[in-house]
Structure formats: structure tokens, C-alpha cells
């Protein structure tokens, strides 16, 4: 687990709200707060799809940010900074895999998944990197590398952070 700190706050909320960088994770839970609080749920409910589109679309136990962007942008567009928000997103199962098999090859996927928490408050934007795992792991390499990984795809993205 690693706490970050957005060095350029005006790239990074770009990146997030007008950007596609964060399209690829999933929206487990956002909160804003403006002129009041804003809470966002985004597991997915199955129901609402057709069969046709559950197999099309590939529906995941929660949406995706792209879907949800426009819709938490909108809650916090204007003149004035929110007083604060957060977002629990998910690494999408896919790159989930990829990354656990960058680790162990050639072991299924054991890690209860992958998660960035970014809050917004006071001014500053904090992300903090977490793995879960469904089984106890004999040593912390796919925790290592969720950060590793995670630190390089914001500098991949242009994103200066500095650590907590």
C-alpha cells in the first residue's frame, strides 16, 4: 500500500475527468461534495441489461469510469472547487490477470483485487494503491508490484506525484 500525492493537481483532475487515462478501472464508490453530498454506487446491476448486451458489452460486477465520468464531472463542473471528493476504483479483471501473472507465472489469479482510493481535500489530491488478496500470500510480491505498477502508469501518463 502506498499513499501518493498529485503534484499538479490541474493534470491530474484533467487526466481523470477529460482524459481517458482512468477509463480502463472500474467505479467502485464515488462521493462529491459541493452544495451538497453526491454519492455515487456503481456496481453494476445486472438486471437492467439484456442478455444480448451482458454478452456484448462484457458487464462487470461494477461500471466502469468511462460510463460514469461524464455523469460525476457534471456533479462537480462550475465555477467553484468542491469542498471535497473520492473515488474507490477497481482495476478491470483483465489487467487484474495480466498483473498477477507478471508475478507469478503460471498461478491462477488469487488476489482479491486491486484498488486506487483518490481523495480530494483541502486542495490536494492523495491516491492510496491497495491489493487484497483471497488467500493469505507466503510473501507481499503482488502487493509490491500493484505499487510499482500503479507509480508507472502515472509517470507513463505524464502524472507527477510525490510520495505520502
Known sequence: ??????????????ALFLGTVFDRFL??????????????????????????ELESERVEEYTSW????????GLIRGKRTPLSFRLDMKLAPGDAEKLCASVHPGKRDDS?????????EDGALTVISAAAQNIFPPDRATEHAWDEWVQEFFRHHGLAFRER
Open 66 to 73: 468511462e460510463k460514469l465520468k461524464p455523469l460525476c464531472f
Open 112 to 120: 482479491g483485487g486491486f484498488y486506487l482510493n483518490l481523495r480530494f
Open 1 to 14: 500500500m502506498k499513499a501518493l500525492k498529485a503534484e499538479d493537481l490541474r493534470a491530474f483532475t484533467q
Open 27 to 52: 467505479l467502485r464508490e464515488a462521493e462529491f461534495r459541493t452544495f451538497c453530498t453526491f454519492t455515487v454506487n456503481g456496481a453494476a446491476e445486472v438486471r437492467w441489461y439484456s442478455e444480448e
